[in-house]
Every structure is written in C-alpha cells, then in structure tokens.
C-alpha cells in the first residue's frame, strides 16, 4: 500500500478485511505504527517523530489526543495529558539537565500546581 506522501505502507487486516494496524515511513524517514479500532480509527500510534523524537500517542474515539509520552533528542522525556476539548492539563517529564518536573494546568491552560515552583 502507498501512503499520502507516497512512502511505503504494511497495512494488516482482520478476518473481516477490517485494517487493524499499519506500519508506514514517514516523508522525513521517520517509522511508526497505528493501531485502528473497530470503527477505522486511530487509537495508537507509537514511532518516530521530526526532529528526532519519539512518542507513543493515545486517541479518544474522536481522534482526539489524550494522552502522550515522548522522548527527544535532547534526552528528556515528557508524559501529557489532555482534556476532552484537546488541552493540555497536566504533564510530567524529565528534563535534559536531569531535572524531574510535573505540572496540573485549568482548562485557560493556567497552572494549578507545579513542583518544582517556579
């Protein structure tokens, strides 16, 4: 199978010819994987991202990001959360220095609690 930018897709399917997963490359080289519900959807989605990164994706049924856990280049790694109208409203992470941090946020995106303060 051929992808939108013209890169390799390996598409598996059910018993019933439903896609379930796929494995592509993306336009910049980069790989990953979705897995896709009962409805076609997207609700995993695992591999590279540009710039280097890495990051395992989480939807709800309206393709909607709710969860995420990346790992950059610059050795941090982050864990977010969103809400049902796609904000972000909390996350924790490590950051390059070592420095561990976690932050809840409202749905303004101002911040509730944050450790360490700032």
């Known amino acids: 199978m051929i992808g939108l930018h013209g890169q390799p897709v390996l598409a598996f399917y059910d018993e019933d010819a439903k896609n379930v997963m796929n ?18 959807k997207p609700r995993i989605t695992f591999g ?3 710039g280097g990164s890495h ?3 989480l939807f709800d ?14 050795g941090s790694s982050r864990l977010g959360f ?3 109208y796609l904000r972000e409203r909390g996350s924790s992470g490590i950051r390059p220095d070592g420095e561990s941090y976690f932050h809840t ?3 303004d995106g101002k911040v509730i609690f944050q450790t ?3």
């Open 55 to 57: 990051g395992l994706l």
């Open 48 to 50: 590279g991202l540009e």
């Open 82 to 84: 969103y809400d049902g």
């Open 61 to 74: 049924e309206k393709q909607g990001r709710r969860a995420g856990l990346w790992l950059k280049r610059d």
């Open 23 to 40: 494995v592509a490359t993306g336009p910049d080289g980069t790989s990953g994987m979705s897995v896709i519900d009962r409805d076609g």
């Open 116 to 118: 360490p303060k700032k």
């Open 105 to 107: 946020l409202d749905e």
